[in-house]
């Protein structure tokens, strides 16, 4: 009994500390201090603290595992900061998602970085609405092609991809943007004054920096957002204040790792999506090509060459 009073003096804010909701229920973080297990990884069954009313006693009821955790035999993609370059790698599970049988691995592997990028700069940063017109540099490069399908895509907006070959920008266009700028060969600000009809974009997915920043930047509409994703062409640019002041433009920047320590809901859905929308076949991610393990520093070179087109993958089989 002193126990059961003791839980019942504990304020709300520790209570909401120990309980998550998840699809199944509520369940209590932190399993191994809370719960005595009293069965085997057969029965899948497990005894938990749950807590299901606030400022009531606590209950110790039997559980089944949550069925959207992995199970041995699914086929899973983890986010692995950098180790997944091998045959076998360990990944706490939490960082572990499902793959359909409708994607491939090697789509499965293109999607959280590029993709969970894609979606949180447009949708989470800049809320692009359907319509807008939305530019996107870099357009044929790992992030930006998969920047031009969820926007064309997912978000139906308009979308204007910058690239820096005539096949990047044909890619582009076949993944979904309405029209093109090949910015090797001509002036990405003219040519978007022509484009917009001197209305310019109303969201920019940059993943450049230098100089295609400062021009992307000066085509905003009034209201205009522009997302900071990376600095691909060596220079960071600084952005003129006045600029965002004289039409109500906002600079944004998104980092895809950094929620996942912010805030990891957020981080995870991003990747379920991307997930759940290529199984749909509303995205489809581009592989431009694929390297075996042996075949590493080849793979890379590709990329640091500026050849790559979508994403490069790296096969363990
Ligand atoms: N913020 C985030 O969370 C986040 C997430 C993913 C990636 N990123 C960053 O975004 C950038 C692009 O990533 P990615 O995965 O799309 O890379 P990627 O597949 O290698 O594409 C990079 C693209 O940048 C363009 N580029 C322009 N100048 C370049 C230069 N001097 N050297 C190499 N490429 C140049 C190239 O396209 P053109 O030839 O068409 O110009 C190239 O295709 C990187 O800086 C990366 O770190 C950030």
């Not at 998840?22 to 749950?50: D, F, I, M, P």
């Not at 092609?145 to 907006?157: G, K, R």
């Not at 929620?259 to 991003?270: A, I, M, T, V």
């Not at 290529?278 to 520093?297: D, S, T």
């Amino acid at each position: 009994m002193a126990a059961r009073f003791a839980f019942q003096t504990v304020p709300e804010r520790i209570f909401r500390q120990l309980v998550r909701r998840s699809t199944s229920g509520l369940e209590v973080l932190g399993r191994s201090q809370y719960v005595n297990s009293v069965s085997t990884e057969h029965s899948r069954k497990y005894r938990a603290v749950v807590c299901t009313e606030l400022k009531k006693p606590l209950e110790v009821q039997t559980l089944s595992r949550p069925e959207l955790k992995p199970e041995e035999g699914d086929r899973v993609i983890a986010v692995t900061e950098g180790k997944g370059m091998a045959e076998e790698c360990i990944i706490n599970q939490k960082l572990l998602w499902k793959v359909p049988k409708e994607v491939s691995y090697e789509e499965a592997a293109a999607l959280p970085v590029s993709y969970g990028t894609g979606l949180l700069a447009l949708q989470h940063r800049a809320a692009t609405q359907p319509g807008e017109v939305v530019l996107v540099t870099a357009a044929a490069g790992g992030a930006g092609l998969a920047a031009v399908d969820i926007a064309a895509n997912v978000l139906q907006a308009k979308v204007i991809a910058a690239a820096g070959s005539d096949e990047k920008c044909k890619i582009a266009v076949q993944k979904g943007a309405s029209s093109s700028i090949n910015y090797s060969s001509s002036n990405l600000k003219e040519e978007l004054k022509k484009l917009t009809n001197s209305q310019g974009v109303d969201v920019v997915f940059d993943a450049v920096g230098g100089e295609i920043f400062k021009d992307s930047l000066s085509s905003l509409s009034w209201e205009g957002r522009i997302v900071v994703v990376g600095f691909a062409g060596g220079a960071i640019p600084s952005i003129p204040a006045n600029l965002l002041l004289l039409k109500n433009i906002s600079a944004m920047g998104v980092y895809w790792g950094r929620y996942r320590n912010e805030d990891f809901g957020l981080f995870s859905k991003s990747i379920f999506t991307a997930i759940q929308l290529c199984k749909e076949g509303k995205i489809r991610p581009h592989i431009g090509a694929v390297y075996k393990l042996h075949q590493v520093n080849e793979a890379f070179l590709h990329v640091a060459q500026r050849k790559s087109i979508g994403k490069v993958i790296v096969s363990m089989r």
